[in-house]
């Protein structure tokens, strides 16, 4: 094993938390060795496995073996994609830190808009599927997702802008980075395990006095998920706002 203390620390890490998926893991995985082959010693892949089934499991360990510059962590039972995400963060070497989502909706290459951001100086980058600049890839079968999903996103959005974090255009893009510091101080910091942790993440990014910047992407829908699953997702954001606002009140995030 190399001595960390020699070891070049990575100039970014990239965190992608994982939920079983082996269908569409050997994609994934496949971008991720190609992605780290283009930028070598630049990036760091850590690989954070929120307790998998067998098949994904394997697939993430056979390949974090192969790869030196992966790293492969793995919950003993699910806690949630937030708890995911701060892991890989907080266990990250890199200046700057970001994550993905497993699926890779928004392509590999487009950490690296996020990253030449934060090399500017911005503190926080999050991606923003709302700029008239983003592109979207969907087939047409997927257009009835316009009137459930997106316009149901859209209206979580409008009362998170009104009551937590006000001019955020889109809080739960699914591609954010931040620099070594702000991961330092904000996640150790995180109350929420599940998918309203960006909201959470976001407003004490703020709360901390972080530029928060939103960059355009190229985002692709591949599946039209249940809305019945959406709306009970939304009711559990819904409460994860309050439970936001309840925090600060009672100085949590102090």
């Known amino acids: 094993m190399a001595d960390s203390s020699t070891t070049p620390k990575p100039l970014a890490s990239l965190v992608i938390p994982i939920h079983n998926g082996a269908e569409f893991l050997p994609a994934t995985l496949g971008a991720v060795e190609a992605f780290l082959a283009q930028q070598g010693s630049r990036f760091e892949v850590i690989l954070v496995d929120d307790h998998s089934c067998e098949a994904a499991a394997s697939l ?9 510059a992966v790293r492969l962590l793995e919950n003993v039972r699910t806690r949630g994609k937030g708890n995911a995400v701060a892991t890989g963060l907080l266990a990250a070497h890199g200046t700057f830190r970001l994550f993905t989502d497993a699926d890779l909706a928004y392509p590999i290459d487009e950490t690296l808009k996020v990253l030449a951001e934060l090399e500017r100086g ?3 980058v999050t991606a923003c599927r709302v700029l008239e600049e983003s592109v979207y890839l969907m087939s047409p079968a997927f257009f009835i997702y316009l009137f459930t999903r997106h316009l149901m996103s859209r209206l979580f959005n409008l009362m998170v802008r009104l009551f937590v974090l006000p001019g955020v255009l889109d809080t739960q893009a699914g591609l954010k980075g931040f620099t070594a510091d702000a991961v330092e101080w904000i996640f150790p910091r995180l109350t929420i395990g599940g998918f309203g942790f960006d909201v959470e993440c976001l407003f004490l990014a ?4 972080c530029q928060i910047r939103e960059i355009p992407v190229h985002f692709r ?3 039209e998920p249940s809305t019945m699953n959406f ?11 309050v439970a936001i606002r309840w ?4 100085g949590r995030y102090a």
């Open 231 to 241: 709306l009970r997702d939304v009711l559990q954001m819904l409460r994860d706002l």
């Open 60 to 68: 993430l360990r056979n390949f974090a073996r192969a790869h030196p």
């Open 247 to 250: 925090n600060d009140w009672r």
């Open 122 to 124: 911005t503190e926080v």
């Open 206 to 209: 703020r709360k901390h006095g």
């Open 221 to 223: 829908y591949d599946s």
